[in-house]
Structure formats: C-alpha cells, structure tokens
C-alpha cells in the first residue's frame, strides 16, 4: 500500500483521544464554560488530567489565578451546545444563560458542575511549570460525579475544523491488567 505524506499541522486531528469536555471556571463572582478538547490523562490515583489551554482564551486567566475548575462531560446530546459554547467568549457572553445549562455547586471548587453533563470532575491545579511556556496546566481531580440515568453516554472527539467523532461500539477483550 502506497503511503502519502500528512501536513505536520493537521496532526493533532490523527491524535486528539478523548472526549472533548466543558471547562467552567469562577473568578470575580463570574462563571464560565470554555469548551476544551486538549487534555490527557497523566496519572491514575490521584488521577491527574494534563490541558492545555490558549492564553487568549477567556477562561485562563480564571483557571492560573484560581487555580481550580470543573471537567464536565457531555454527550453528543449536547452536540449544538459543545460547538456554540466553543464559538463564543464568556467575557461577552453568559454562556450557561444563552445555551439553557445547569449550573449545579461544586464540593471541593468555587467552579460549578453542569446538571446536563454525564460526568463532571471538580479539579484543582496541582502544577504551572509548564503554564508559560506551553499553556499546559496539570489538575488533579478531587471529585467526581456521574449520573446514573445516563446510561452508555456516547461522547464527542474533536478532529478539528468543526469535525467530530462520536464514540461508538465497545468492545471487550482479554486483558492481564489488573
């Protein structure tokens, strides 16, 4: 099979593995949500969670000086809402007001989870080393809610330019870890 060569600049479409999330964040008595697809998972327990996040983005600021936030995750229910949250800034725009969210209160952060989300992480920053020079925040996830009602939540994987994966069939097969 003939290979062909790939722009480097679209890689991160071949590469980009997990759901894409909403960030919310509070700072100053505002709340934000920031839609947030470049993260990974870095440890299990404490389960860390790499992201890295555009300095121009409204929310990062929110996120270096308080140093906490909510992962939540939704399914592709919430499709419309993922894309139009990501269109918009939240220093113009009340997003949980404009696209009809929940904000539900935390335990652990100032940040609030989001009722229409499967899954929400309450997270604090736990490392800024690499934050001036890649934009890359390391959060430890303090907290976790799923709900049950939503059973088999098939989540969004950005691939760039609008385009998006939507998970799909599981499968299991034999496995020697533990």
Not at 163 to 178: E, H, N, Q, R
Request: charged fraction near 20%; glycine fraction near 6%.
């Amino acid at each position: 099979m003939a290979k062909k060569t790939y722009p480097l600049s679209q890689v991160y479409r071949l590469l980009e593995p997990g759901p894409v999330v909403l960030m919310t964040t509070a700072h100053k008595g505002k709340v934000n949500i920031m839609t947030q697809s470049w993260h990974t998972m870095m440890e299990f327990e404490p389960p860390l969670v790499g992201c890295v996040i555009s300095g121009r983005n409204y929310s990062f600021d929110a996120l270096r000086i308080t140093k906490e936030c909510v992962l939540s995750i939704p399914s592709m229910e919430l499709a419309k809402q993922v894309v139009g949250i990501g269109n918009c800034s939240g220093s113009k725009v009340d997003k949980f007001e404009k696209f009809k969210l929940t904000p539900l209160p935390a335990s652990q952060v100032a940040a609030p989870l989001i009722a229409e989300c499967y899954a929400n992480l309450e997270c604090r920053v736990v490392d800024t080393r690499m934050v001036n020079k890649y934009n890359f925040f390391v959060l430890e996830v303090v907290k976790a809610w799923i709900d049950p009602a939503q059973k088999n939540p098939r989540t969004l994987h950005h691939q760039g330019k609008g385009v998006f994966m939507v998970a799909g069939d599981t499968i299991k097969l034999p496995s020697g870890m533990k």
